[in-house]
């Protein structure tokens, strides 16, 4: 299995900061990432697919970058309703896989 | 409205069986594979399985492979998650979400809103 790995598994970040999530993939998995955002109580929110392109309905705030094994997920100027756990996934080979969450907190 | 609807919460005894399903509207059922997710209590996701509601060709995770079935019934526009034999650590939220890779992966956009499998004796 390809494993997922997030960084940082927390972080503490105030309202209008940027914040940036990486995830590291165990094997090259090209562009085939997802980005999510969970929401205490709710279904996981698309945000970012295909490592770069923005979900529509989604603020340009957030945003994605990376290829191969390399991954970051960008949010330019924390809101209040961004506080939430961020996941990555891949669907690059079976079985997909996601990386184990960042929980972004209020600081 | 693209919606994905899954069926209530369950309360089952370990070695029961159980069926949860997924209903899509609003979209064509047979364009995009349904994926199942499982969350267990305070923990992440995990990718369990997809079908192709199209001609029901499913891939599954080696970690739940021979403990679950995924089905459709795509006359019926749902998916099925299935147990035989359900053990106290199946007790999870269980999502279904649509997805679709075709030449790029365009992630799971349309998500259920879960349903509660509790398995206690």
């Known amino acids: 299995d390809i494993q997922m790995t997030q960084s940082p598994s927390s972080v503490s970040a105030s309202v209008g900061d940027r914040v940036t999530i990486t995830c590291r993939a165990s094997?090259?998995?090209?562009?085939?990432l997802a980005w999510y955002q969970q929401k205490p109580g709710k279904a996981p929110k698309l945000l970012i697919y295909?490592?770069?392109s923005l979900q529509s309905g989604v603020p340009s705030r957030f945003s994605g970058s990376g290829y191969g094994t390399d991954f970051t997920l960008t949010i330019s100027s924390l809101q209040p309703e961004d506080f939430a756990t961020y996941f990555c996934?891949?669907?690059?080979?079976?079985?997909?896989?996601f990386g184990q969450g960042t929980k972004l907190e209020i600081k | 409205e693209v919606q994905l609807v899954q069926s209530g919460a369950e309360v089952k005894k370990p070695g029961e069986s159980l069926r949860i399903s997924c209903k899509g509207s609003?979209?064509?059922?047979?364009?995009?594979?349904i994926s199942w997710v499982r969350q267990m209590p305070g923990k992440g996701l995990e990718w369990m399985g997809r079908?192709?509601?199209?001609?029901?060709?499913?891939s599954y995770s080696p970690s739940f492979q021979g403990h679950v079935t995924i089905s459709a019934g795509k006359s019926i526009t749902t998916a099925y998650l299935e147990w035989s034999s359900l053990k106290a650590s199946d007790t999870a939220m269980y999502y279904c979400?649509?997805?679709?890779?075709?030449?790029?992966?365009?992630?799971?956009?349309?998500w259920g809103q879960g349903t509660t499998v509790t398995v206690s004796s």
């Open positions: 996934q891949q669907a690059n080979t079976f079985p997909y896989t």
């Open positions: 295909a490592a770069s």
């Open positions: 094997q090259d998995i090209s562009s085939w």
């Open positions: 609003g979209y064509s059922f047979t364009s995009y594979w």
């Open positions: 079908i192709d509601p199209s001609d029901s060709y499913t």
């Open positions: 979400a649509r997805g679709r890779s075709s030449g790029n992966y365009y992630g799971m956009d349309v």
